[in-house]
């Protein structure tokens, strides 16, 4: 192979230069279309069938050759030298499958246009009126581009529009089978619009045999589109199988198609609506089955909400707005060529969703937009249903379709979208957890605030800082700031794994930070506060209270001076709990020690002090070391009043937490003592502890779990 073919086929295997062809012949496909349109003779008639009387038609307007017929003139009969055809409405029938369902009929009417087209295509062309009022005319040879009606034009764009961008998924996304599936779907909608186009925008009456050729065009590319839409569906965006079902989707139509082209289907029913419909019931049964398969997989389920969506909006609309009422015998030519229209939600849709769905606003309206797709179908049905099963006049049909979709449907969509909202997080309950648990530190509560909020698989700590919200991944990880010089936090699939984050989540995050940072600098205003009116009254207690007792301890004696010199230890307890830090737990924990064993040998009791040799670098908070020295301090009384001689207490360090065990042995005949530790144990609930007291055996047992903070000493 010579270096220009290298160079050729290296070329092609750009997306660029794979676009810059399809587009190539898209654009072909279309000049074609538009040459073929125009390239008929043009006698400047705009016609319709006329309302008051069957079997005429009426002209609607005039110019070039026609100029001398006024509007509004019925026409009767239209003629060249000796032949003469009297005109029916049903020939400027612009969708001729929809009028004569029957293939007898439909070929009727195509032998009745070759007639009107050689008439048409004669040097001299005369028309006639009811009241025998004739006009007679030359027939350009030629029609002009600018009187090629808007219906052409918007079926031929939206051929262009969906082969195009079937073409960009197919040229970006090359080795995803379902991108090919999609750039087949739109070279079909190019096929089928576009012959649509040319022959449901002549002007009277084409050759039969061309029309022939341009309604199985149409027909064909209807058949492949079904099926390459289906074909994307099964593969889309998981594949369901191992089975090539694209390729057999594709014979099966092809064997659809033949019945089409030798006319062995009888019909267009059986030839072409009921096989489109079919090809739609199955994608329906593909959306439930890959519904099913993304059930944990939020990206994909994300990514076939938006699927499902545009082809409900499109291709579901397009069926319930001409296949269906086909199928219930009415004629509904005239609204084909603006519903293909429809299709331009599809190929938008599948443009962003095939080749990448960050469509994260998606979650926050699908429902909404599905809702209310159902209800317009749900009119539909109705109205026809009433029309059809009842005998309703459609004036009354239509009023009770209404009345029940306002008093039944919508009721029903709006309870059950408030049920479907009910259950994401809500900011009030982040909101809580941010000023609901002072005793954590700023970081947890954060964290709590982010858990209420999107209810995420997993909470991480980020491995870098980050300023701001932020969503990543494709939307399966938000990155969120942290709090008071906390990590930021790495947040995977929200609600459970249940969808994907949006850029509403990003809002929210942003609210929930500012309002924390709020919530967290009062607190620390408050604290702060707090701290500087303990510093003064610890300051006014040692100063005066203290200087009092320690007169009355050195000019009495007695029980003056034992009272005394009780009220000075419990001062000294109060300003241990007003002290403006906490300790390293190695000096609490000698300081409790001390002042136990004080306090026990002056009340005749032994204390057995049971811990271990060292304890790890941490500290304990002023509230908690008074709370574990009154406790204790409590234990020792209670042996004293019981006549016991001796406390056990074991200490130990396990999970960052500090376990006190405290053991008071009974002797026998010694009943167990109600224990006075009611007013401890609400001290401990208020900072969120669990002070306990039971009996076991002969032993009373105190039991308490403290937790400790990190390094030597903290704020």
């Known amino acids: 192979m010579s270096l220009t073919h290298h160079r050729i086929l290296d070329a092609w295997r750009t997306p660029a230069a794979r676009l810059t062809v399809t587009l190539a012949v898209v654009l072909a496909t279309a000049a074609g279309l538009v040459a073929l349109s125009v390239r008929q003779p043009w006698t400047g008639l705009d016609l ?32 060249a030298a000796d032949r003469w055809m009297t005109l029916d409405g049903a020939d400027l029938s612009p969708e001729p499958d929809t009028r004569f369902v029957a293939f007898e009929a439909f070929h009727a009417f195509l032998a009745r246009q070759t007639e009107l087209a050689t008439l048409l295509a004669s040097d001299e062309v005369c028309l006639e009126s009811p009241s025998s009022q004739r006009w007679c005319l030359s027939p350009a040879p030629q029609r002009p581009m600018t009187d090629l009606p808007a219906m052409f034009w918007l079926q031929l764009v939206v051929g262009c529009l969906g082969a195009t961008i079937g073409a960009a998924v197919w040229a970006y996304r090359r080795d995803d089978t379902a991108a090919r ?8 909608l190019l096929a089928s619009a576009g012959a649509a186009a040319v022959y449901g925008s002549r002007e009277l009456a084409i ?9 199985l065009v149409n027909g064909g590319g209807a058949l492949a589109f079904c099926a390459a839409f289906a074909a994307t569906l099964w593969h889309y965006p998981l594949r369901l199988g191992q089975a090539p079902v694209g390729r057999l989707l594709l014979a099966a139509y092809g064997l659809v198609f033949l019945g089409l082209l030798t006319g062995l289907a009888g019909n267009f029913d059986l030839a072409l609506r009921l096989p489109v419909l079919g090809g739609f019931a199955l994608t329906a049964a593909f959306a439930l089955a890959q519904w099913r398969r993304s059930r944990q997989r939020p990206l994909e389920r994300a990514a076939l909400r938006w699927f499902l969506l545009a082809w409900l909006g499109g291709g579901g609309a397009f069926l319930a707005v001409v296949f269906v009422p086909a199928l219930l015998g009415h004629d509904v030519g005239n609204s084909q060529a603006p ?7 599809i190929y938008g849709g599948l443009a962003l969703g095939v080749v990448r769905y960050r469509l994260f606003d998606l979650d926050r309206w699908w429902f909404t937009a599905w809702t209310a797709a159902a209800g317009g179908v749900l009119f539909v049905l109705l109205d026809i249903s009433m029309v059809k099963i009842l005998s309703l006049a459609a004036e009354q049909a239509t009023l009770l379709a209404l009345l029940t979709v306002s008093w039944i449907y919508l009721p029903a969509r709006q309870w059950l979208q408030h049920r479907m909202r009910r259950k994401r997080g809500q900011l009030d309950g982040a909101l809580q957890a941010l000023a609901s648990a002072p005793e954590r530190s700023a970081g947890e509560n954060w964290r709590q605030a982010i858990q209420a909020l999107f209810s995420p698989l997993r909470i991480l700590d980020a491995s870098a800082a980050q300023a701001t919200p932020e969503i990543t991944d494709q939307g399966t990880t938000l990155l969120v700031p942290g709090l008071a010089g906390t990590g930021a936090l ?4 929200a ?15 942003e609210s929930a930070h500012s309002i924390a940072e709020r919530l967290h600098a009062y607190r620390v205003a408050v604290e702060r506060g707090a701290q500087r009116e303990r510093e003064r009254i610890a300051r006014a207690l040692h100063d005066d209270v203290g200087s009092a007792l320690l007169s009355v301890l050195h000019e009495s004696n007695g029980p003056a001076q034992t009272a005394a010199r009780r009220a000075l230890a419990e001062l000294r307890l109060v300003l241990q709990g007003l002290a403006a830090h906490g300790q390293a737990l190695d000096d609490i924990l000698g300081w409790c020690r001390g002042e136990l064993r004080e306090h026990a040998d002056a009340i005749g009791v032994e204390l057995d002090w049971d811990a271990p040799p060292q304890f790890p670098d941490a500290s304990l908070d002023a509230h908690r070391s008074l709370l574990l020295l009154r406790s204790l301090r409590e234990l020792i009384d209670l042996a004293a009043s019981t006549g016991q001689q001796a406390v056990r207490i074991v200490l130990q360090v396990r999970d960052h937490h500090l376990d006190i065990d405290g053991r008071l042995t009974l002797s026998e005949g010694c009943p167990v003592p109600e224990t006075p530790l009611g007013t401890l144990r609400q001290r401990a609930l208020a900072l969120g502890l669990n002070l306990q007291t039971r009996a076991a055996g002969r032993q009373l047992i105190l039991a308490l779990r403290l937790p400790l903070s990190e390094g030597p000493g903290s704020a």
């Open 48 to 79: 319709k069938p006329a309302e008051e009387r069957a079997g005429r038609v009426m002209v609607t307007g005039s110019g070039g050759p026609s100029a001398q017929v006024p509007g509004g003139t019925p026409l009767l009969r239209i003629g």
């Open 181 to 188: 599936w999609v750039g087949i779907s739109g070279l079909a």
């Open 207 to 215: 050759d039969g045999e061309l029309f022939r050729g341009l309604h």
């Open 339 to 345: 519903a293909f229209a429809l299709f331009l939600i």
């Open 490 to 493: 790495r947040l995977e699939f």
């Open 495 to 509: 609600d459970a794994g249940g969808r994907l984050f949006i850029p509403a989540d990003v809002r929210l995050a």
